[in-house]
């Protein structure tokens, strides 16, 4: 149990100046890597500029490209590794377990 509502509002605060650098370095590389993104798909304008969206880190871009860094970074690719777990074999590992730790048991 905290304290104080002092204690967990300096606690708080001082995890966020913590991550805060870690944060803007990941939040930079991410931005990086739309704008390269954008300047390889899109064609840029008569002036040559990159549209102006490249400058802009979304919220809704964070799982793209969170995602696009995760494959070209560690070669990870979520849709490959979803097929080793199904939702099915998901489910019977849950209810298999579940039931050797309570008295439930349970039938399709």
Same mark, same amino acid.
Request: aromatic share 14%.
């Given at each position: 149990m905290a304290e104080s509502t002092d204690f967990v509002n300096?606690? *708080?605060k /001082?995890?966020?100046e913590k991550l805060m650098p870690i944060a803007k370095v $990941? *939040?930079?590389? *991410?931005? /990086? *890597?739309?704008?390269?993104?954008? $300047?390889? &798909?899109?064609s840029k304008d008569a002036s040559g500029v990159v549209p102006e $969206?490249? =400058?802009t880190f979304h919220f809704w871009d964070f799982s793209y490209y969170g995602n696009?860094?995760?494959?070209?970074t560690h070669s990870f690719d979520e849709e490959k590794f979803s097929e080793y777990f199904s939702l099915e074999r998901f489910l019977e =590992?849950?209810?298999? &377990?579940?039931?050797r730790l309570s008295a439930f048991s349970f039938a399709r």
């Amino acid at each position: 149990m905290a304290e104080s509502t002092d204690f967990v509002n300096a606690f *708080l605060k /001082d995890i966020k100046e913590k991550l805060m650098p870690i944060a803007k370095v $990941e *939040l930079d590389a *991410l931005l /990086d *890597l739309k704008r390269a993104h954008i $300047e390889s &798909t899109k064609s840029k304008d008569a002036s040559g500029v990159v549209p102006e $969206e490249a =400058g802009t880190f979304h919220f809704w871009d964070f799982s793209y490209y969170g995602n696009l860094t995760k494959v070209r970074t560690h070669s990870f690719d979520e849709e490959k590794f979803s097929e080793y777990f199904s939702l099915e074999r998901f489910l019977e =590992g849950m209810m298999s &377990t579940f039931s050797r730790l309570s008295a439930f048991s349970f039938a399709r």
